[in-house]
């Protein structure tokens, strides 16, 4: 009989302090958008190319993360099957996932962005912007379910912030011997 063995939690550790380093970058752009309109050099597709890559940083620290807790008894990462499809596509068929939305600002300014012309927030994308179901992967397929069912139309900032939580509660800081 084989004696349990002790859960080295440095590796973990250092991963999430990436995902927390990736995560504070991220709102610091997000931070950087706030408020601007989309016609002061800004367009709602630069926005969101600036945003979905740290989104990404983030989730693939996150998947890490996910991976490694496999090790850890009790664990199931059957939360995590959305935020895993949504970095999976964005490596591996460069999908955006990103969709920028735009709120109103007084005084209105209509322009060729209509009238919503303000940076609001950045949300994860629909269905109708994924790639078509039937040229998934048979082993995607629950994971885009996730994704649809937990993400889609969501705001990305709420779901990074709920990861990042979720790992601070359950990676035990590293001992810094």
Request: proline letters at 6%; glycine letters at 8%; a neutral charge.
């Amino acid at each position: 009989m084989t004696q349990p063995t002790e859960v080295d939690y440095v590796p973990a550790a250092r991963a999430l302090r990436l995902l927390q380093r990736a995560h504070d970058r991220w709102r610091e752009d997000l931070a950087a958008f706030d408020g601007k309109r989309f016609e002061d050099g800004l367009t709602r597709e630069e926005a969101g190319l600036l945003l979905h890559g740290g989104a990404v940083e983030a989730l693939v620290r996150v998947r890490g993360l996910s991976d490694w807790c496999d090790t850890m008894p009790g664990y199931s990462a059957r939360h995590m099957a959305g935020s895993r499809y949504a970095v999976n596509r964005s490596i591996r068929q460069l999908v955006d996932f990103t969709e920028v939305a735009g709120a109103m600002r007084f005084p209105l300014r209509p322009g060729k962005s209509g009238i919503f012309t303000t940076f609001a927030e950045v949300r994860w994308a629909e269905e109708q912007f994924l790639p078509p179901e039937d040229s998934e992967l048979r082993g995607q397929l629950p994971l885009r379910r996730a994704y649809l069912e937990h993400l889609a139309g969501q705001n990305i900032a709420g779901t990074l912030k709920s990861l990042r939580t979720w790992f601070e509660e359950r990676v035990p800081a590293a001992d810094p011997r």
